[in-house]
């Protein structure tokens, strides 16, 4: 992809992209690991969810260590058997903390028709891959044997994330497909970074807003980070057989570096039987949706969001005994 031009942007996203490219900086890996430490400490404990309230849970690692996870409900109550979602924030694998994602878990949960497990995976600045896939499974596994102490159905687990957030989503759903220990009934893999091939047009040489081609290296060094040959597991574009992997719902921008990843997933899920639903918006970077969210678009993203989650609530099952 050549220069993202001004003229290329969605025209309400136009401001918000000069204000960024001004004072965002495209990150090196020296830069994210100062940037995850400051990150982590300042959003740990701070929930801005208008409609819910969360409390933080400790699960223990098998290394003796603790996972903290926040679950998330409506303030209002929740409603019996409850979808259970597993939540996963993004940042590039290196950076951020569960509490950032109140933006999506907030909608998602205030009718209280759900309540949304979220945890904070160990990011590749302490460990590299698979300790973050690892975390996630294991708090998957957790949200299965405490459903009903959490008051969600076990056979309605969904798993959903944005960004980096949105690739460990589908990295749990290749996980949990072969592992067979688990069932998951849907997934939401919100432009996910998939690929560190970074072998398609739109991921090379992209200096859109947010998060650029240079970052997406960066990040991706990171979190790969001693690995030799690189799995599925770890980069899902890599995975060849998709069959039997829960129905998706993603949306992607089309300037941004994982558009054509995600363009390529979706059809390849499509091409193996797995019904998604998808959405392209035009003109958009990188995490439009939570950059312009008073924006025409920025809001038709969360209401496709919240719409097709709506409806995935009423369709999809999956047994967990």
Partial sequence: MAHVENKDIHKSLRFRGRLVRRFMPVFTKEQLVRLSAKCEKFLTGKWLGRHTKVESRYLDRPDGTKLRVLICRSRKGVKPNATGLLWIHGGGYAIGAPEQDFFFADPLTRDGSCIAVMPAYTLATKAPYPAALEDCYLALKWMRDHAGQLGIDPNQLFVGGDSA??????????????????????????????????????????????????????????????????????APARAEDLRGLPPACTYVGTIEPFHDETVDFVNRLREQGVEVTFREYEGCF????????????????????????????????????
């Fill in 286 to 321: 990188h995490a439009f949706d939570l950059m312009g969210a008073g924006t025409k678009v920025g809001r038709a993203a969360r209401a496709f969001l919240l719409e097709s989650f709506r409806a995935a609530q009423s369709r999809f099952y999956a047994e967990n005994r």
């Fill in 165 to 234: 957030g949105g690739g460990l989503t589908a990295a749990l759903c290749l996980y949990a497909r072969d592992r067979g220990e688990v069932s998951i009934a849907y997934q939401l893999p919100l432009y996910p970074m998939l690929d560190d091939r970074m072998i398609t047009p739109s991921s090379r040489d992209n200096d859109a807003p947010v998060w650029n081609s240079a970052s997406n290296k960066a990040a991706w060094e990171l979190y790969l980070e001693g690995v030799g040959e690189v799995p599925a597991y770890a």
